[in-house]
């Protein structure tokens, strides 16, 4: 699916755009109405805590975060969506509500979740709606989920200065975290097992060592 998109990017820039700014009215629509629901709080295990993005592909969503200092695991999988147990075929259609997204498994002494937000902002286009390099539909629509009101006000206030900074507005949807749903197996650290992969060469890894170069400081060291 991916290698397609990727193929045929430059040939349905144009109608990809049309369509995600009807897409971003309906979802701006139903984001609203998400504002009413409670947030789930995830428990911290073993001194670990859980954070949850959606930044247009998981697998390049994933690489970013598993490279950064203080970040265990980064597990692919959906969420923010209306339908039961979503599968990659099914929240491709874009029915189901979900976005590809990533559960961030961190240790709280060495990053934080206010340096885990910057890492989101940094490592992709702000200001696209519906999408991230050559992947659109709502499936790929950037989001940011909160647990509770103190990651809310920190992802407001970074949201908030980011459109200032630019000028522009920020697609990323902020949304109360309901639940995550894991994907499949052979999603689980794509990049790294797949690094011959079309897609991965010509968008994954770019975006990863674009992110690492403006970043350096948060990179773990390579051994």
């Given at each position: 699916?991916?290698n ?5 990017w ?23 109405q ?5 947030p ?21 969503v994933e ?15 959906y ?15 874009g ?10 498994i ?66 990323a ?23 011959n992969n ?26």
């Amino acid at each position: 699916m991916k290698n397609i998109l990727y193929i045929l990017w430059s040939a349905t820039l144009l109608l990809s755009s049309c369509q995600g700014n009807s897409q971003s009215v309906k979802g701006e629509k139903e984001n609203s109405q998400k504002q009413n629901i409670t947030p789930v709080q995830v428990e911290s295990v073993d001194g670990l805590e859980r954070a949850y993005f959606a930044s247009g592909c998981f697998w390049c969503v994933e690489a970013v975060y598993e490279s950064v200092i203080g970040v265990k695991e980064s597990i692919s999988g959906y969420s923010g969506g209306h339908t039961e147990n979503p599968t990659y075929q099914s929240s491709n259609t874009g029915r189901t509500g979900h976005a590809e997204a990533v559960e961030i498994i961190y240790d709280p002494k060495l990053v934080s979740f206010s340096t885990l937000v910057d890492v989101y902002f940094g490592s992709q286009n702000p200001t696209q709606v519906n999408g991230q390099g050559p992947d659109h539909g709502s499936q790929y629509r950037s989001i940011i989920f909160y647990q509770n009101d103190e990651q809310k006000q920190i992802i407001l206030e970074k949201k908030e200065a980011l459109s200032k900074k630019l000028n522009k507005r920020i697609a990323a949807e902020v949304m109360p975290f309901q639940k995550f749903w894991k994907g499949e197996g052979y999603h689980q650290d794509y990049e790294k097992r797949n690094p011959n992969n079309p897609y991965i060469r010509n968008v994954s890894i770019p975006r990863l060592l674009k992110f690492q170069r403006k970043f350096p400081n948060l990179i773990k060291e390579k051994h």
